[in-house]
């Protein structure tokens, strides 16, 4: 199993730029997230899915998007990029909810000018 | 805001010394989990705790849970510099979401 790959590594961007970080998991996994990090901020809840077809909000939504079409793959769209989202950026999935064991992707470094 | 606190945010630590982080919930918790992030990584799952009072080690670490199950701590004996990170607790808070403390960087002082 390969567990939780997120591409790309690093990305930049210019302000107002759209683009989708990928998230997989192969482990069968029901419940995905979506986590970005900050210095001193530790992990903030962007979006989650519960399942396929199934998203909701989480403490930091604003200028994110989510949808899960299917088990394995959870990307995150940023709509158009602002420097207040440069971050690192870490996909997460458990077997069912978030009370489970958190496998996290390496994350993706996110540079926007 | 975040509903789960840590205490220090930072830490030096000699080689050799123990040291103990905290992470205190403002509400009970169904259960706790501890994880660490190695620098320039992602964090990694170390343990979850589910009774109330429930004590757990890992080799050199502690892990408690107390017994209202709003706080938590960690200890370490016998720092080697593989401990060096920053050591993360979690908590359920509801409505399928989990919330992470800010973290306990620790650095290690060879």
């Known amino acids: 199993n390969a567990g939780v790959t997120q591409t790309p590594k690093f990305q930049v961007l210019k302000t107002g730029q759209s683009m989708t970080l990928q998230c997989a998991q192969d482990m069968n996994h029901e419940y995905m997230s979506w986590y970005r990090q900050d210095p001193g901020m530790g992990l903030r809840l962007i979006h989650y899915s519960v399942g396929a077809g199934i998203t909701d909000q989480g403490e930091v939504p604003n200028g994110y998007n989510v949808s899960r079409s299917t088990t394995e793959d959870f990307p995150l769209r940023l709509l158009s990029a602002a420097p207040s989202q440069t971050s690192v950026y870490f996909c997460?999935?458990?077997?069912?909810?978030?009370?489970?064991?958190?496998?996290f992707g390496p994350g993706t470094r996110l540079t926007v000018l | 805001g975040q509903q789960v606190m840590q205490i220090p945010q930072y830490q030096h630590v000699q080689e050799g010394e123990d040291f103990t982080t905290y992470c205190n919930s403002s509400?009970?918790?169904?259960?706790i989990q501890w994880y660490k992030q190695r620098p320039g990584g992602h964090p990694v799952f170390l343990i979850q705790l589910v009774k109330s009072g429930e004590v757990k080690k890992q080799k050199r670490l502690t892990f408690q849970f107390g017994e209202a199950k709003k706080n938590s701590s960690l200890h370490i004996t016998a720092t080697q510099t593989t401990d060096v990170g920053t050591y993360f607790c979690?908590?359920?808070?509801?409505?399928?979401?989990?919330?992470f403390g800010k973290g306990n960087q620790v650095v290690v002082i060879p």
């Open positions: 979690a908590g359920p808070r509801g409505n399928n979401r989990l919330a």
């Open positions: 997460a999935s458990s077997l069912r909810s978030e009370a489970d064991t958190q496998y």
């Open positions: 509400t009970t918790l169904s259960n």
